[in-house]
Structure formats: C-alpha cells, structure tokens
C-alpha cells in the first residue's frame, strides 16, 4: 500500500469518526500537520507517528508474505528456547 492510499484510508476512518484533524492530533499526540500531511500521501511521515494516528483511528497494521508462516515458527522457538 502506497502513501496516498494510507492517507486515503486515514482520512477516510477520521472522518467517518467526526474528528477533525486538530482533534484527532491532539489524541495521538501529534501536530495537526502531521496529519494533514498523512492524509496528503506524504511519504516521509516517521513510523511512531503513523502508529500513534492509527491507534487513535482503530486501524491496525497487517504484515503478510508468502514467508510469515516461517518468520512465526522461528520466533515462537526463539521465544521457547529463552524460557527453557
């Protein structure tokens, strides 16, 4: 998914909430121009921020690859084999 279409789901989602974007800033704890810019498509906007916008929104980040499976099973032994 590229920058413009994350900014179209994000104003998409805050509007369909009724917040405005200073509201929607001041609950993510962010300038409003940084949201401003998310829903413009800009592509530089930093991780923690576009994280913070999205748990104010309810939308959640999904990572899908044809090697998650793998990448899931590897963790979970990592995770097993630091208990024991």
Same mark, same amino acid.
Request: positive net charge.
């Given at each position: 998914?590229? !920058? *413009? ?14 917040? +405005?974007?200073? !509201? ?9 121009? @940084? ?17 913070? #916008?999205? !748990?104010?929104?309810? #939308? *959640? #980040? @999904?990572?899908? +690859? ?8 590897? #963790? +979970? ?8």
């Amino acid at each position: 998914m590229d !920058a *413009k279409k994350i900014g179209q789901v994000v104003l998409f989602h805050r509007k369909t909430a009724g917040l +405005s974007r200073e !509201a929607c800033a001041e609950l993510a704890g962010v300038g409003k121009t @940084v949201v401003y810019d998310l829903e413009q498509g800009k592509p530089t906007i930093q991780l923690d921020t576009l994280q913070k #916008i999205l !748990a104010v929104l309810n #939308i *959640k #980040i @999904v990572l899908e +690859s044809p090697m998650m499976q793998k990448f899931e099973q590897e #963790i +979970s032994k990592k995770m097993e084999d630091e208990k024991g």
